[in-house]
Protein backbone atom coordinates (compact mmCIF):
# COMPACT_ATOMS: atom_id res chain seq x y z
CA UNK A 1 0.00 0.00 0.00
CA UNK A 2 1.64 3.68 -0.84
CA UNK A 3 2.58 5.84 1.56
CA UNK A 4 -0.36 8.72 1.93
CA UNK A 5 1.36 11.98 2.88
CA UNK A 6 -0.71 15.07 3.64
CA UNK A 7 0.15 19.61 3.47
CA UNK A 8 -2.26 22.24 3.65
CA UNK A 9 -0.99 23.36 0.73
CA UNK A 10 -0.22 20.77 -2.47
CA UNK A 11 0.90 22.02 -5.51
CA UNK A 12 1.44 19.85 -8.58
CA UNK A 13 4.22 21.33 -11.05
CA UNK A 14 7.36 22.67 -10.53
CA UNK A 15 7.98 25.25 -13.20
CA UNK A 16 7.78 29.40 -12.73
CA UNK A 17 4.41 29.65 -11.45
CA UNK A 18 4.53 26.08 -9.06
CA UNK A 19 7.74 27.35 -7.13
CA UNK A 20 6.62 31.06 -6.86
CA UNK A 21 3.05 29.53 -5.42
CA UNK A 22 5.39 27.16 -3.19
CA UNK A 23 7.39 30.57 -1.80
CA UNK A 24 4.76 32.39 -0.58
CA UNK A 25 2.93 29.64 0.88
CA UNK A 26 5.88 28.70 2.46
CA UNK A 27 6.39 32.38 3.96
CA UNK A 28 2.80 32.06 5.29
CA UNK A 29 3.45 28.96 7.14
CA UNK A 30 1.05 26.80 4.85
CA UNK A 31 3.62 24.02 4.78
CA UNK A 32 3.54 23.49 0.37
CA UNK A 33 4.51 20.39 -0.65
CA UNK A 34 5.39 19.90 -3.96
CA UNK A 35 4.64 16.93 -6.65
CA UNK A 36 7.54 18.32 -9.08
CA UNK A 37 6.25 16.16 -12.01
CA UNK A 38 8.02 14.72 -15.27
CA UNK A 39 10.21 17.62 -15.94
CA UNK A 40 11.10 20.05 -12.68
CA UNK A 41 11.50 23.57 -14.12
CA UNK A 42 9.15 23.47 -16.46
CA UNK A 43 9.87 24.87 -20.41
CA UNK A 44 12.40 26.79 -18.94
CA UNK A 45 14.68 23.58 -18.53
CA UNK A 46 14.75 23.49 -22.43
CA UNK A 47 15.18 27.59 -22.63
CA UNK A 48 19.02 28.13 -23.14
CA UNK A 49 18.71 32.08 -22.52
CA UNK A 50 16.45 34.06 -20.51
CA UNK A 51 17.30 37.91 -21.60
CA UNK A 52 13.14 38.94 -20.62
CA UNK A 53 12.92 38.38 -16.74
CA UNK A 54 12.92 41.21 -14.53
CA UNK A 55 15.91 41.41 -12.14
CA UNK A 56 17.87 39.82 -14.91
CA UNK A 57 19.94 42.24 -16.64
CA UNK A 58 22.91 40.25 -18.41
CA UNK A 59 20.08 37.22 -18.55
CA UNK A 60 20.53 34.12 -17.51
CA UNK A 61 20.31 30.39 -18.48
CA UNK A 62 16.46 28.71 -18.06
CA UNK A 63 17.89 25.78 -16.47
CA UNK A 64 19.74 28.72 -13.88
CA UNK A 65 16.60 30.01 -13.41
CA UNK A 66 14.73 27.41 -12.51
CA UNK A 67 17.75 26.19 -9.47
CA UNK A 68 17.18 29.16 -8.24
CA UNK A 69 13.63 28.98 -8.09
CA UNK A 70 14.08 25.91 -6.37
CA UNK A 71 16.37 27.18 -3.87
CA UNK A 72 14.52 30.23 -2.49
CA UNK A 73 10.94 27.27 -2.45
CA UNK A 74 13.26 25.67 -0.54
CA UNK A 75 14.89 28.21 2.16
CA UNK A 76 11.41 29.08 3.31
CA UNK A 77 10.62 25.20 4.22
CA UNK A 78 8.99 23.91 0.67
CA UNK A 79 8.75 19.98 0.41
CA UNK A 80 9.98 18.76 -3.43
CA UNK A 81 9.05 15.79 -3.78
CA UNK A 82 10.75 14.09 -7.28
CA UNK A 83 7.08 12.31 -8.65
CA UNK A 84 4.70 12.18 -11.32
CA UNK A 85 0.86 12.64 -10.31
CA UNK A 86 -0.98 9.84 -12.13
CA UNK A 87 -4.74 10.28 -10.97
CA UNK A 88 -6.30 12.73 -9.04
CA UNK A 89 -9.13 12.68 -7.40
CA UNK A 90 -11.31 15.82 -6.56
CA UNK A 91 -14.75 14.74 -5.00
CA UNK A 92 -13.38 14.91 -1.36
CA UNK A 93 -11.42 16.95 1.04
CA UNK A 94 -8.60 15.93 1.42
CA UNK A 95 -7.80 16.29 -2.46
CA UNK A 96 -5.89 13.58 -3.69
CA UNK A 97 -2.77 13.12 -5.71
CA UNK A 98 -1.79 9.23 -7.03
CA UNK A 99 2.25 9.12 -8.02
CA UNK A 100 4.10 6.42 -8.64
CA UNK A 101 5.36 6.31 -5.38
CA UNK A 102 3.02 7.83 -2.63
CA UNK A 103 -0.70 9.69 -2.58
CA UNK A 104 -0.45 13.16 -1.90
CA UNK A 105 -3.20 14.75 -0.39
CA UNK A 106 -3.57 18.81 -0.02
CA UNK A 107 -6.13 20.65 2.26
CA UNK A 108 -6.10 22.72 -0.89
CA UNK A 109 -4.44 22.00 -3.76
CA UNK A 110 -2.52 23.90 -6.44
CA UNK A 111 -2.32 22.96 -9.82
CA UNK A 112 0.77 24.13 -11.95
CA UNK A 113 1.36 22.03 -14.52
CA UNK A 114 2.20 24.12 -17.28
CA UNK A 115 1.58 23.43 -20.93
CA UNK A 116 3.76 21.33 -23.40
CA UNK A 117 4.76 22.21 -27.02
CA UNK A 118 4.03 19.97 -29.96
CA UNK A 119 6.72 19.02 -31.75
CA UNK A 120 7.14 17.15 -35.23
CA UNK A 121 9.45 14.67 -33.34
CA UNK A 122 12.00 14.76 -36.49
CA UNK A 123 15.45 13.63 -34.36
CA UNK A 124 17.15 16.80 -35.87
CA UNK A 125 14.67 19.04 -33.99
CA UNK A 126 14.54 17.22 -31.10
CA UNK A 127 18.64 17.05 -31.02
CA UNK A 128 18.97 21.19 -31.98
CA UNK A 129 16.05 22.09 -29.66
CA UNK A 130 17.47 20.22 -26.50
CA UNK A 131 21.24 21.43 -27.23
CA UNK A 132 19.78 25.04 -28.05
CA UNK A 133 21.00 25.40 -31.37
CA UNK A 134 18.35 26.72 -32.68
CA UNK A 135 14.97 25.10 -32.74
CA UNK A 136 12.31 26.59 -30.45
CA UNK A 137 8.88 27.13 -29.78
CA UNK A 138 8.82 30.39 -28.30
CA UNK A 139 9.08 33.82 -30.52
CA UNK A 140 8.97 36.04 -27.89
CA UNK A 141 11.29 34.42 -25.88
CA UNK A 142 13.66 33.57 -28.33
CA UNK A 143 13.19 35.72 -31.30
CA UNK A 144 15.87 38.33 -30.23
CA UNK A 145 18.55 36.41 -31.21
CA UNK A 146 17.79 35.88 -34.45
CA UNK A 147 17.93 39.85 -35.52
CA UNK A 148 18.62 40.34 -39.07
CA UNK A 149 18.64 36.68 -40.34
CA UNK A 150 16.34 34.58 -42.10
CA UNK A 151 14.11 31.95 -39.76
CA UNK A 152 11.77 29.65 -40.52
CA UNK A 153 7.99 29.33 -38.75
CA UNK A 154 6.23 25.73 -39.35
CA UNK A 155 2.39 26.22 -38.94
CA UNK A 156 -0.58 27.53 -40.47
CA UNK A 157 -3.30 28.41 -37.22
CA UNK A 158 -3.17 32.12 -35.20
CA UNK A 159 -0.07 31.21 -33.50
CA UNK A 160 1.80 30.89 -36.56
CA UNK A 161 0.44 33.84 -37.79
CA UNK A 162 1.13 35.74 -34.79
CA UNK A 163 5.12 34.18 -34.27
CA UNK A 164 6.17 35.45 -37.90
CA UNK A 165 4.15 38.70 -37.67
CA UNK A 166 6.39 39.07 -34.65
CA UNK A 167 9.60 37.92 -36.03
CA UNK A 168 9.23 40.27 -38.53
CA UNK A 169 10.33 42.80 -35.85
CA UNK A 170 14.35 42.08 -36.28
CA UNK A 171 14.82 39.03 -38.32
CA UNK A 172 15.47 40.02 -41.69
CA UNK A 173 13.18 36.89 -43.70
CA UNK A 174 10.47 35.43 -42.14
CA UNK A 175 9.90 31.50 -43.79
CA UNK A 176 5.94 30.80 -43.00
CA UNK A 177 5.82 26.85 -43.92
CA UNK A 178 2.44 25.30 -44.25
CA UNK A 179 1.58 21.86 -44.86
CA UNK A 180 -1.70 22.83 -46.72
CA UNK A 181 -3.03 25.10 -49.54
CA UNK A 182 -4.90 27.32 -46.73
CA UNK A 183 -4.25 28.38 -43.71
CA UNK A 184 -6.96 27.79 -40.60
CA UNK A 185 -5.93 31.17 -38.52
CA UNK A 186 -8.31 33.65 -38.34
CA UNK A 187 -8.71 36.21 -41.39
CA UNK A 188 -7.80 39.27 -40.16
CA UNK A 189 -4.20 37.14 -38.96
CA UNK A 190 -3.79 35.99 -42.03
CA UNK A 191 -4.09 39.55 -44.00
CA UNK A 192 -1.48 40.66 -41.70
CA UNK A 193 0.75 37.92 -42.73
CA UNK A 194 0.06 38.60 -46.59
CA UNK A 195 0.47 42.58 -46.11
CA UNK A 196 3.48 41.57 -44.37
CA UNK A 197 6.47 42.05 -47.00
CA UNK A 198 9.12 40.49 -45.01
CA UNK A 199 6.82 36.82 -44.74
CA UNK A 200 7.12 34.46 -47.65
CA UNK A 201 4.42 31.71 -47.22
CA UNK A 202 5.29 28.39 -48.57
CA UNK A 203 2.09 26.39 -49.16
CA UNK A 204 1.88 22.28 -49.28
CA UNK A 205 5.31 22.30 -47.77
CA UNK A 206 6.08 19.61 -44.95
CA UNK A 207 9.34 20.18 -42.67
CA UNK A 208 11.27 16.87 -42.87
CA UNK A 209 14.38 17.68 -41.15
CA UNK A 210 16.20 20.37 -40.03
CA UNK A 211 19.48 20.89 -41.40
CA UNK A 212 22.91 21.53 -38.87
CA UNK A 213 25.25 20.02 -36.48
CA UNK A 214 25.45 22.43 -34.03
CA UNK A 215 23.36 24.87 -34.94
CA UNK A 216 20.37 25.28 -37.58
CA UNK A 217 21.80 26.15 -41.12
CA UNK A 218 18.70 25.27 -42.88
CA UNK A 219 15.51 23.30 -43.42
CA UNK A 220 14.52 20.49 -45.68
CA UNK A 221 10.73 20.97 -46.89
CA UNK A 222 8.76 18.16 -49.14
CA UNK A 223 5.88 18.56 -51.04
CA UNK A 224 3.33 16.32 -49.45
CA UNK A 225 1.38 15.98 -52.93
CA UNK A 226 4.58 15.09 -55.39
CA UNK A 227 7.43 14.31 -53.17
CA UNK A 228 10.11 16.99 -54.26
CA UNK A 229 12.14 18.01 -51.51
CA UNK A 230 13.91 21.55 -51.84
CA UNK A 231 16.44 23.32 -49.13
CA UNK A 232 16.14 26.59 -47.65
CA UNK A 233 19.13 27.97 -45.64
CA UNK A 234 18.61 29.96 -42.69
CA UNK A 235 19.14 30.15 -39.42
CA UNK A 236 16.31 29.22 -36.98
CA UNK A 237 13.06 27.11 -36.62
CA UNK A 238 10.14 28.26 -34.71
CA UNK A 239 7.58 25.29 -33.93
CA UNK A 240 4.09 27.14 -33.66
CA UNK A 241 1.54 23.77 -34.29
CA UNK A 242 0.39 24.41 -30.82
CA UNK A 243 0.63 23.56 -27.33
CA UNK A 244 -0.99 20.68 -25.05
CA UNK A 245 -2.13 21.83 -21.94
CA UNK A 246 -0.88 19.26 -19.23
CA UNK A 247 -4.33 18.76 -17.43
CA UNK A 248 -5.56 14.98 -18.36
CA UNK A 249 -5.40 14.07 -14.72
CA UNK A 250 -8.60 16.15 -14.12
CA UNK A 251 -10.86 15.22 -17.70
CA UNK A 252 -14.18 15.13 -16.35
CA UNK A 253 -13.41 17.02 -12.54
CA UNK A 254 -12.33 20.54 -13.93
CA UNK A 255 -13.85 22.52 -16.09
CA UNK A 256 -11.44 23.02 -19.19
CA UNK A 257 -12.13 24.41 -22.92
CA UNK A 258 -11.75 22.74 -26.18
CA UNK A 259 -8.31 22.43 -26.08
CA UNK A 260 -7.53 21.08 -22.16
CA UNK A 261 -7.00 24.89 -20.64
CA UNK A 262 -7.96 24.82 -16.87
CA UNK A 263 -10.87 27.86 -16.34
CA UNK A 264 -10.68 29.78 -14.09
CA UNK A 265 -13.19 32.26 -12.60
CA UNK A 266 -11.87 35.91 -13.59
CA UNK A 267 -9.82 37.74 -11.72
CA UNK A 268 -8.30 34.88 -9.47
CA UNK A 269 -7.05 31.47 -10.07
CA UNK A 270 -10.23 29.56 -8.30
CA UNK A 271 -11.48 26.50 -10.11
CA UNK A 272 -14.90 25.11 -10.55
CA UNK A 273 -14.09 23.15 -7.16
CA UNK A 274 -13.55 25.15 -4.29
CA UNK A 275 -9.95 24.41 -2.90
CA UNK A 276 -8.63 23.79 -6.23
CA UNK A 277 -6.98 26.42 -7.65
CA UNK A 278 -4.90 26.73 -11.57
CA UNK A 279 -2.19 28.75 -12.54
CA UNK A 280 0.77 28.86 -15.15
CA UNK A 281 0.36 27.76 -18.54
CA UNK A 282 -2.30 25.10 -17.93
CA UNK A 283 -4.47 27.67 -17.64
CA UNK A 284 -3.12 30.22 -19.80
CA UNK A 285 -3.04 30.47 -23.42
CA UNK A 286 -2.43 33.52 -24.03
CA UNK A 287 0.85 34.79 -22.81
CA UNK A 288 2.61 31.79 -22.45
CA UNK A 289 5.52 33.72 -20.35
CA UNK A 290 7.65 32.41 -17.39
CA UNK A 291 6.33 36.18 -15.62
CA UNK A 292 3.62 35.88 -16.33
CA UNK A 293 2.99 32.53 -14.82
CA UNK A 294 5.21 33.34 -11.61
CA UNK A 295 2.63 36.05 -11.09
CA UNK A 296 -0.24 33.49 -11.21
CA UNK A 297 1.34 31.56 -9.18
CA UNK A 298 1.63 34.31 -6.24
CA UNK A 299 -2.09 34.38 -6.80
CA UNK A 300 -2.84 31.19 -6.47
CA UNK A 301 -0.82 31.03 -2.92
CA UNK A 302 -3.09 33.70 -1.42
CA UNK A 303 -6.26 32.27 -3.15
CA UNK A 304 -5.19 29.27 -1.30
CA UNK A 305 -3.92 30.74 1.83
CA UNK A 306 -7.42 33.15 1.80
CA UNK A 307 -9.62 29.49 1.21
CA UNK A 308 -8.04 27.90 4.07
CA UNK A 309 -8.60 30.83 6.57
CA UNK A 310 -12.05 31.40 5.90
CA UNK A 311 -12.87 27.26 5.87
CA UNK A 312 -10.85 26.58 8.90
Known amino acids: MREEIHSKVLILGAGPAGYTAAIYAARANLDPMMVCGPEPGGQLTTT ?21 FREQAERFGTRLIYDLGLEADLSRRPFRIVGDSA ?15 KWLGLPNEQRLRLSGGGVTACA ?9 MDVAVI ?20 HLIHRRDSFRASKIMQKRVFENPKIVVHWN ?43 VIFNGQLDMDELGYLKVTPGSTATRVPGVFACGDVADKVYRQAVS ?7 AAIDAERWLAEHG
Open 205 to 247: RELVDVLGDNKVTGVRLQDPNTGVQEEIPLSGVFLAIGHQPNS
Open 293 to 299: AAGTGCM
Open 140 to 148: TCDGAFYRD
Open 103 to 117: VYTGDTLIIATGASA
Open 48 to 68: TEVENYPGFPKGITGPEMMEE
Open 155 to 174: GGGDTAMEEASFLTRMCRTV
